[in-house]
């Protein structure tokens, strides 16, 4: 009920108003008519007549996101020649997005298909889905799919998965802290502690070498306690592109499994940093080897290129088949009333493709395409700051792996080169190489020239 001093518009009044809004705006609709509309609407919000302009009027205006806050920036910028390396998105070698052939067809075949439905799924997503989303990371010979120790949920990208599965820790683990490495991908920390865990971070990356500080990685995990939650990039590690070597990864999963600790994999990834699906799995399947219990979370937004569509999954593997079926009984609490079901689209796709050979074959050929034109994009980078003689061992561009390159730049050079030269990157000097292709390199090296000879 309105208070009894305004006065209420009447049923007609509000539906003209109502009509007009929803009709295509016509000469008819002039100013007076618009200056009517707004002062009913004034006087008819008692909430807005008692506090001046809107009840949100005290709010501050909250910061851009560090990563995607980089394209706001960039799409601002009016330049011509301007470079966006901030987005962690895959250009072709024309700076264009790209949907793969193979994702192309999928959806052709979905669309064409007249038995389909766009019916809720089940809260777990997609079974076919699911299955092969575990079978893709953990690997079809799997023991802990062979025994059914896999529990696994459709979620909403690499995000959702996190999120899931940092709630279902809050409210089921022992253990509710969560380390993480130093750096990490800025939306980790937002994650986990929205999802009731509190973070810790592990030493990752050496500055001096641009490269692992294993020594600094596992002391921290020695003196973390029994039990913890230790957050690993299966590959490509985010922003720094260095991962561990297979050797490496031995210590570190012998040091977490003596200590009882609960790996929760972050496959952000897989097939896109050597280009081989399996390889970019090792990590994770050396974890599952072992017989040990671990979380994984799947995107498939970069390797198949769904961005948009938000396409994950979670998987927990368990000791037991029978432990599996609760953890999956306890997961559904989660998603149902975080989201109800996820989405059907996306992973339709996936499932599609996941499950047809031939489909299978040519998304893994089109996603070494992507892999290979990185990578050659590293050595171009790499040589053409060779050719200027930029100062410095640029070394790291080849060594490290994945979409970005951490390149040591400052916040103060990375702020020079955007506003000289119009390149875009965060401010920990980190560059999606997916950006970079033959015609910006040269511009790119200009600028990393230019700035370490200028501000060192
Ligand atoms: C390390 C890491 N984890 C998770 C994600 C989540 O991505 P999405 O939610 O788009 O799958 C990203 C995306 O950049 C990432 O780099």
């Not at 997609?126 to 010979?141: T, V």
């Not at 560059?431 to 230019?450: E, F, P, R, T, Y």
């Amino acid at each position: 009920m309105a208070p009894s001093h305004v006065q209420e518009p009447s049923a007609d009044r509000r539906l003209s108003t109502l009509v007009r809004h929803l009709l295509p705006s016509s000469p008819r609709r002039t100013a007076a008519a618009a200056a009517e509309d707004s002062s009913a609407t004034l006087e008819s919000s008692p909430t807005m007549a008692s506090q001046g302009c809107s009840v949100f009027a005290g709010l501050a205006q909250a910061p851009e996101d560090p990563i995607l806050g980089v394209t706001v920036a960039f799409n601002k910028d009016p330049s011509p020649n301007k470079v966006n390396l901030g987005v962690g998105a895959y250009r072709t070698e024309e700076g264009k997005p790209l949907v793969l052939n193979v994702v192309r067809r999928a959806e052709q075949m979905l669309v064409n298909d007249p038995t389909r439905y766009k019916e809720y799924l089940p809260i777990t997503g997609l079974a076919d889905f699911n299955k092969l989303s575990a079978k893709l990371i953990f690997g079809a010979d799997s023991p802990a799919i062979q025994e059914n120790r896999v529990a696994t949920v459709q979620c909403l990208s690499g995000t959702g998965s996190l999120r899931v599965g940092g709630e279902f820790l809050a409210r089921h683990y022992h253990e509710h802290t969560i380390y993480i490495p130093q750096p990490t991908w800025g939306n980790h920390v937002k994650v986990f502690t929205l999802s009731g865990l509190t973070v810790k971070t592990y030493r990752y990356y050496d500055p001096a070498t641009r490269g692992l500080d294993l020594k600094g990685f596992l002391e921290d995990l020695s003196s973390a306690p029994t039990g913890a939650i230790v957050l690993l990039h299966a590959c490509a590690h985010n922003p720094t592109g260095v991962d561990p070597t297979i050797e490496e990864w031995e210590q570190i999963r012998q040091l977490m499994r003596s200590k009882s600790m609960l790996p929760f994999f972050d496959s952000a990834y897989q097939g896109f940093a050597s280009g081989s699906l399996d390889k970019d799995a090792q990590s994770v399947r050396m974890f599952v080897a072992d017989g040990g219990e671990l979380l994984m979370a799947q995107s498939y937004a970069k390797n198949m290129g769904l961005y948009g569509e938000r396409v994950g999954a979670l998987s927990i593997v368990c000791g037991s088949a029978d432990v599996a079926g609760r953890v999956e009984s306890q997961l559904k609490l989660v998603t149902r009333p975080m989201i109800s079901s996820p989405p059907l689209h996306g992973a339709s796709i996936v499932a599609t493709i996941l499950k047809d050979s031939e489909m299978y074959h040519e998304w893994t050929v089109e996603l070494k395409a992507m892999a290979d034109r990185i990578i050659s994009m590293r050595q171009q980078l790499f040589d053409a700051l060779k050719a200027r003689g930029t100062p410095g061992d640029w070394s790291h561009i080849i060594k490290q792996i994945g979409m970005f390159t951490f390149t040591g730049l400052n916040s103060e050079q990375v702020a020079f080169m955007r506003q000289e030269y119009h390149i875009y990157m965060t401010s920990d000097g980190r560059i999606s190489m997916a950006g970079l292709n033959a015609k910006n390199v040269n511009q790119l090296a200009d600028a990393i020239h230019a700035a370490v000879t200028q501000l060192k």
